[in-house]
T-cell receptor
Framework: GENVEQHPSTLSVQEGDSAVIKCTYSDSASNYFPWYKQELGKRPQLIIDIRSNVGEKKDQRIAVTLNKTAKHFSLHITETQPEDSAVYFCAASYGATNKLIFGTGTLLAVQP | DTAVSQTPKYLVTQMGNDKSIKCEQNLGHDTMYWYKQDSKKFLKIMFSYNNKELIINETVPNRFSPKSPDKAHLNLHINSLELGDSAVYFC??????????????FGPGTRLLVL
Protein backbone atom coordinates (compact mmCIF):
# COMPACT_ATOMS: atom_id res chain seq x y z
CA GLY A 1 0.00 0.00 0.00
CA GLU A 2 0.91 3.65 -0.06
CA ASN A 3 2.90 4.39 3.03
CA VAL A 4 5.63 6.79 4.19
CA GLU A 5 7.26 6.24 7.55
CA GLN A 6 9.10 9.11 9.21
CA HIS A 7 11.47 9.09 12.19
CA PRO A 8 11.98 10.45 14.75
CA SER A 9 8.66 11.99 15.74
CA THR A 10 10.45 14.53 17.94
CA LEU A 11 14.01 15.80 17.82
CA SER A 12 15.70 18.23 20.17
CA VAL A 13 19.14 19.63 19.33
CA GLN A 14 21.38 22.41 20.55
CA GLU A 15 21.84 25.45 18.38
CA GLY A 16 24.68 24.83 15.95
CA ASP A 17 24.27 21.05 15.96
CA SER A 18 23.06 19.02 12.99
CA ALA A 19 19.64 17.41 12.67
CA VAL A 20 18.74 14.38 10.59
CA ILE A 21 15.22 13.17 9.77
CA LYS A 22 14.67 9.88 7.95
CA CYS A 23 11.83 8.56 5.81
CA THR A 24 11.07 5.32 4.02
CA TYR A 25 8.46 4.77 1.33
CA SER A 26 6.71 1.68 0.00
CA ASP A 27 6.28 2.11 -3.76
CA SER A 28 9.44 1.61 -5.80
CA ALA A 29 7.83 3.64 -8.61
CA SER A 30 7.81 6.83 -6.49
CA ASN A 31 9.98 9.44 -8.18
CA TYR A 32 9.50 12.71 -6.32
CA PHE A 33 10.33 13.42 -2.67
CA PRO A 34 9.62 16.89 -1.23
CA TRP A 35 10.24 18.11 2.29
CA TYR A 36 7.95 20.66 3.92
CA LYS A 37 8.42 22.83 7.00
CA GLN A 38 5.35 23.81 8.98
CA GLU A 39 5.56 26.42 11.71
CA LEU A 40 2.85 26.55 14.35
CA GLY A 41 -0.43 27.72 12.86
CA LYS A 42 1.08 28.18 9.39
CA ARG A 43 0.93 26.45 6.04
CA PRO A 44 3.40 23.71 5.01
CA GLN A 45 6.19 25.33 2.99
CA LEU A 46 8.49 23.50 0.63
CA ILE A 47 12.11 23.70 1.75
CA ILE A 48 13.78 21.24 -0.61
CA ASP A 49 12.84 18.40 -2.93
CA ILE A 50 14.61 15.65 -4.81
CA ARG A 51 13.70 13.71 -7.89
CA SER A 52 14.65 10.13 -8.53
CA ASN A 53 17.34 10.86 -11.07
CA VAL A 54 19.63 12.33 -8.39
CA GLY A 55 20.97 10.91 -5.13
CA GLU A 56 21.71 14.10 -3.24
CA LYS A 57 20.74 17.76 -3.35
CA LYS A 58 21.97 20.64 -1.21
CA ASP A 59 20.69 24.17 -0.58
CA GLN A 60 22.84 26.11 1.91
CA ARG A 61 22.35 24.43 5.31
CA ILE A 62 19.80 21.92 4.05
CA ALA A 63 20.52 18.72 2.15
CA VAL A 64 18.48 15.71 1.11
CA THR A 65 19.78 12.26 0.20
CA LEU A 66 17.90 9.54 -1.65
CA ASN A 67 18.59 5.81 -1.75
CA LYS A 68 16.17 4.30 -4.26
CA THR A 69 17.36 0.75 -3.67
CA ALA A 70 16.52 0.96 0.01
CA LYS A 71 13.49 3.23 -0.64
CA HIS A 72 14.87 5.64 1.88
CA PHE A 73 15.48 9.40 1.92
CA SER A 74 16.74 11.79 4.57
CA LEU A 75 16.81 15.49 5.43
CA HIS A 76 19.98 16.95 6.90
CA ILE A 77 20.07 20.39 8.52
CA THR A 78 23.48 21.69 9.56
CA GLU A 79 24.31 24.56 11.93
CA THR A 80 20.77 24.58 13.27
CA GLN A 81 19.25 27.85 14.45
CA PRO A 82 16.25 28.51 16.74
CA GLU A 83 14.21 29.60 13.70
CA ASP A 84 14.61 26.06 12.31
CA SER A 85 12.23 24.91 15.06
CA ALA A 86 9.07 23.58 13.37
CA VAL A 87 7.38 20.38 12.23
CA TYR A 88 9.04 18.84 9.17
CA PHE A 89 7.16 16.53 6.80
CA CYS A 90 8.59 14.25 4.16
CA ALA A 91 6.43 13.06 1.29
CA ALA A 92 6.63 10.67 -1.63
CA SER A 93 4.72 10.79 -4.90
CA TYR A 94 2.54 7.89 -6.01
CA GLY A 95 1.46 7.35 -9.58
CA ALA A 96 1.19 9.84 -12.42
CA THR A 97 -1.43 11.97 -10.67
CA ASN A 98 1.11 13.88 -8.53
CA LYS A 99 -0.46 12.33 -5.45
CA LEU A 100 1.70 12.94 -2.37
CA ILE A 101 1.67 10.68 0.65
CA PHE A 102 3.05 12.47 3.68
CA GLY A 103 5.05 11.13 6.59
CA THR A 104 3.76 11.65 10.12
CA GLY A 105 5.99 14.65 10.79
CA THR A 106 8.99 15.43 13.01
CA LEU A 107 8.82 18.15 15.62
CA LEU A 108 12.27 19.75 15.64
CA ALA A 109 13.20 21.91 18.63
CA VAL A 110 16.46 23.87 18.44
CA GLN A 111 17.55 24.96 21.90
CA PRO A 112 19.44 28.28 22.02
CA ASP B 1 -0.22 39.14 -3.69
CA THR B 2 -1.09 35.81 -2.08
CA ALA B 3 -0.42 32.86 -4.40
CA VAL B 4 -2.89 30.38 -2.90
CA SER B 5 -5.64 31.84 -0.75
CA GLN B 6 -8.50 30.29 1.20
CA THR B 7 -11.65 31.60 2.85
CA PRO B 8 -12.66 31.56 5.56
CA LYS B 9 -9.60 31.30 7.78
CA TYR B 10 -11.67 30.06 10.72
CA LEU B 11 -15.02 28.28 10.70
CA VAL B 12 -16.93 27.32 13.83
CA THR B 13 -20.25 25.58 13.30
CA GLN B 14 -22.75 23.16 14.78
CA MET B 15 -22.97 19.46 14.00
CA GLY B 16 -25.36 18.76 11.14
CA ASN B 17 -24.77 22.06 9.34
CA ASP B 18 -23.56 22.42 5.75
CA LYS B 19 -20.55 24.63 5.03
CA SER B 20 -18.23 25.57 2.18
CA ILE B 21 -14.57 26.49 1.98
CA LYS B 22 -13.19 28.38 -1.00
CA CYS B 23 -9.74 28.31 -2.58
CA GLU B 24 -8.19 30.46 -5.27
CA GLN B 25 -4.74 30.47 -6.84
CA ASN B 26 -3.21 33.19 -9.00
CA LEU B 27 -0.18 31.18 -10.10
CA GLY B 28 -1.68 30.08 -13.39
CA HIS B 29 -1.49 26.45 -12.25
CA ASP B 30 -3.60 23.70 -13.77
CA THR B 31 -3.91 21.42 -10.74
CA MET B 32 -5.45 22.04 -7.32
CA TYR B 33 -5.77 19.85 -4.24
CA TRP B 34 -7.57 19.55 -0.92
CA TYR B 35 -5.80 18.13 2.12
CA LYS B 36 -7.04 17.44 5.65
CA GLN B 37 -4.71 17.88 8.64
CA ASP B 38 -6.12 16.35 11.81
CA SER B 39 -5.33 17.12 15.43
CA LYS B 40 -2.28 14.82 15.32
CA LYS B 41 -0.93 16.84 12.38
CA PHE B 42 -1.39 13.98 9.88
CA LEU B 43 -1.64 15.53 6.43
CA LYS B 44 -3.78 13.52 4.02
CA ILE B 45 -4.83 14.11 0.41
CA MET B 46 -8.59 14.24 -0.21
CA PHE B 47 -9.10 15.39 -3.80
CA SER B 48 -7.32 16.90 -6.75
CA TYR B 49 -8.56 18.57 -9.92
CA ASN B 50 -6.64 19.19 -13.11
CA ASN B 51 -8.13 21.91 -15.29
CA LYS B 52 -11.57 21.39 -13.72
CA GLU B 53 -11.44 17.59 -14.05
CA LEU B 54 -11.44 15.35 -10.95
CA ILE B 55 -8.17 13.39 -10.83
CA ILE B 56 -7.74 12.13 -7.26
CA ASN B 57 -10.66 11.09 -5.12
CA GLU B 58 -9.49 9.41 -1.96
CA THR B 59 -11.69 7.43 0.41
CA VAL B 60 -13.60 10.43 1.66
CA PRO B 61 -17.24 10.37 2.85
CA ASN B 62 -19.60 11.53 0.11
CA ARG B 63 -20.66 14.35 2.43
CA PHE B 64 -17.56 16.07 1.02
CA SER B 65 -18.04 17.42 -2.48
CA PRO B 66 -15.36 19.41 -4.30
CA LYS B 67 -16.25 21.77 -7.11
CA SER B 68 -13.95 23.49 -9.57
CA PRO B 69 -15.72 26.27 -11.51
CA ASP B 70 -12.47 27.08 -13.33
CA LYS B 71 -8.86 26.03 -13.00
CA ALA B 72 -8.04 28.90 -10.61
CA HIS B 73 -10.70 27.91 -8.08
CA LEU B 74 -11.44 24.78 -6.08
CA ASN B 75 -14.15 24.80 -3.46
CA LEU B 76 -15.05 22.20 -0.86
CA HIS B 77 -18.61 21.75 0.32
CA ILE B 78 -19.30 19.64 3.39
CA ASN B 79 -22.81 18.40 4.20
CA SER B 80 -24.10 17.26 7.58
CA LEU B 81 -20.95 18.18 9.47
CA GLU B 82 -19.75 15.75 12.14
CA LEU B 83 -17.45 16.22 15.12
CA GLY B 84 -14.73 14.21 13.34
CA ASP B 85 -14.65 16.74 10.52
CA SER B 86 -12.91 19.19 12.84
CA ALA B 87 -9.47 19.74 11.32
CA VAL B 88 -7.42 22.16 9.29
CA TYR B 89 -8.19 21.95 5.58
CA PHE B 90 -5.43 23.02 3.22
CA CYS B 91 -5.76 23.82 -0.43
CA UNK B 92 -2.70 23.45 -2.66
CA UNK B 93 -1.85 23.91 -6.32
CA UNK B 94 0.79 22.74 -8.79
CA UNK B 95 1.72 23.60 -12.35
CA UNK B 96 0.37 20.27 -13.58
CA UNK B 97 0.17 16.68 -12.46
CA UNK B 98 1.06 14.31 -15.25
CA UNK B 99 4.78 14.03 -14.48
CA UNK B 100 4.12 13.09 -10.86
CA UNK B 101 6.95 15.42 -9.86
CA UNK B 102 5.26 18.78 -9.64
CA UNK B 103 5.84 21.01 -6.64
CA UNK B 104 2.71 21.69 -4.61
CA UNK B 105 2.17 25.10 -2.98
CA PHE B 106 -0.13 25.29 0.00
CA GLY B 107 -2.71 27.84 1.03
CA PRO B 108 -2.91 29.22 4.60
CA GLY B 109 -5.49 26.67 5.75
CA THR B 110 -9.05 26.82 7.06
CA ARG B 111 -9.48 25.82 10.68
CA LEU B 112 -12.84 24.06 11.01
CA LEU B 113 -14.31 23.38 14.43
CA VAL B 114 -17.55 21.41 14.66
CA LEU B 115 -19.37 21.69 17.98
Amino acid sequence: GENVEQHPSTLSVQEGDSAVIKCTYSDSASNYFPWYKQELGKRPQLIIDIRSNVGEKKDQRIAVTLNKTAKHFSLHITETQPEDSAVYFCAASYGATNKLIFGTGTLLAVQP
Amino acid sequence: DTAVSQTPKYLVTQMGNDKSIKCEQNLGHDTMYWYKQDSKKFLKIMFSYNNKELIINETVPNRFSPKSPDKAHLNLHINSLELGDSAVYFCASSQGQSSGQETQYFGPGTRLLVL
